[in-house]
């Protein structure tokens, strides 16, 4: 099981102090919690991907290349790629590069964003947001398993003996999630070419995901890339943490009323009643996350919200202590135990390496 955290990216005010940070600080900011997730000890940092204020991670693959070069183990994913707006060939180019610069450690998260104004900025129509995540990902799928592609659609220009260079390390493309909150198309999508599927498990109830993923397993089955159980699924998280319980909500509390997404809207205590957040302590935080198995079946990646709302680098770094030190040793262990052998653990390039040359191995023979 990998644990991990993703970040949004976003320039908020601390309402405590009435400043928010300079862009360029908070670009070094999510660079430093990146190398802290390391230190600690988790498996994963995924950034998303947004072009429009107050968000500053419009260009991902130069953010975790960067930090590629200062990391040894850390897998370095997206959180999301848009799929729809961005050229398949590019993230094909992108991403391939990107493996090479770090050996590997490396995956993404597709998605259609949450921001309609981003498809005319990139010359596109909202109304064909799903066909265009349909179309574009089909052609990124064949740019990486194909040396020469010849390709003819509805939404770009045809490609006539085209080669995507650098070709995927080890001749294995990036493991692909497909995220999605709402989205039954995307769920199929994800199941029809056997990639993992990513529920952003942090704002609505636990119910809605429920059937989303369990869409995703039963097609994963009919597809013939696995029993459902042994389907690939991620999950969001957002946690705030503090030894005392009591410290923690007190102090997330004015972050929370204040926030840009759910400030001003429930209580955070119905908002924690209902959705995944958790304000608490470490032993809370474990407890809760415990629960999502008995609601979504045994999963491979569990990624948690952190640094948002306005949070200070501090704090955030002070959370990352906590979340390396108690929470996650304890989840790892219990989510093992709990795990049945034959469900797979999170794919990474070694084991799709080694499972293509078995396959290879079995045409042989």
């Known amino acids: 099981m990998q644990f991990g955290i993703f970040t949004v990216g ?16 908070r670009v070094k900011a999510m660079v430093a919690i990146a190398r802290k997730a390391e230190e600690v000890g988790l498996d994963v940092f995924a950034t998303g991907e947004h072009h429009n204020p107050p968000f500053v991670p419009s260009s991902p693959t130069t953010m975790l290349g960067y930090i590629a070069a200062q990391t040894e183990r ?9 799929i729809t707006t961005n050229d398949p060939v590019k993230i094909a180019e992108d991403f391939a590069m990107l493996q090479h610069l770090a050996d590997g450690r490396v995956d993404l998260m597709l998605g259609r964003g949450n921001t309609g104004p981003v498809y005319p900025w990139f010359g596109k129509d909202i109304r064909e947001g799903i066909p265009l995540a349909i179309e574009n990902y089909h052609l990124l799928h064949r740019l990486w398993r194909e040396d020469v592609v010849d ?9 006539q003996a085209f080669t995507a260079t650098p070709r995927p390390l080890d001749g294995v493309p990036p493991f692909v999630w497909h995220g999605s ?3 039954p198309e995307i769920a199929e999508q994800a199941a029809y070419y056997g990639d993992g599927f990513f529920a952003n498990n942090i704002f609505w109830p636990k119910e809605h995901f429920q059937r989303l993923i369990e869409l995703y397993r039963r097609r994963f089955e009919h597809y013939g890339h696995g029993s459902a159980d042994q389907a690939i699924v991620g999950l969001g998280g957002q946690v705030f943490m503090r030894k005392n319980s009591q410290d923690a ?9 204040n926030a840009p997404v759910y400030g001003h809207g429930p209580s955070l205590e119905d ?17 809760k996350t415990m629960t999502f198995r008995e609601s979504f079946g045994d999963y491979q990646r569990q990624l948690f919200l952190m640094d948002h709302a306005g949070l200070p680098l501090k704090t955030v770094l002070e959370q990352l202590d906590l979340l390396g030190a108690e929470v996650v040793p304890v989840l790892r262990k219990e989510f093992d135990a709990l795990r049945p052998a034959h469900v797979p653990d999170a794919p990474t390039h070694a084991s799709l390496v ?8 079995v045409e042989v023979r």
Do not use: N
């Open 74 to 82: 850390l897998q370095l994913s997206t959180a999301t790629t848009l």
């Open 181 to 183: 909150i709402r989205s």
């Open 249 to 257: 909500v007190r102090e997330f509390r004015p972050y929370f009323d």
């Open 151 to 159: 390709w003819e659609g509805r939404f770009r220009t045809p490609l």
């Open 354 to 361: 080694a499972a293509r040359a078995q396959d290879s191995a």
């Open 10 to 25: 976003d320039v908020t005010v601390d309402p405590t102090t009435g400043r928010a940070p300079t862009e360029h600080e």
């Open 271 to 287: 908002f924690t009643e209902q959705t995944p957040l958790t304000v608490g302590s470490p032993q809370q935080v474990i407890e």
